[in-house]
């Protein structure tokens, strides 16, 4: 299983030392599969046309805490959070 890297962010207590974590793959893949399949029915809801607009897809940021936790930026997964990921949910033809 390949090993991930994030960068907490820096505390004044920390400052200096060294602040990269690896995080556990398999709970992250579990996270980041079991939000977006909290998602997904939330944005099948969407209207494909409304008016003269169109939604063809939808982009997520999400951030990735150092335990591995992902959540949306700015929710407050966990303080010192600093990778994110970006998802598209694009919608099929």
């Known amino acids: 299983m390949a090993e991930i890297w994030v960068y907490e962010k820096d505390d004044p207590l920390t400052r200096g030392a060294d602040n990269w974590r690896t995080i556990d793959s ?28 169109q939604v063809s897809e939808i982009e997520l940021s999400l951030t990735v805490s150092a335990s591995g936790r992902v959540g949306f930026i700015g929710s407050g997964v966990e303080a010192g959070a600093e990778a994110s990921i970006k998802v598209v949910l694009k919608r099929t033809p």
């Open 26 to 53: 398999e709970l992250l893949s579990k996270e980041l599969s079991a939000l977006i399949r909290s998602v997904v029915p939330a944005v099948d809801s969407i209207p494909p046309k409304t008016g003269q607009m």
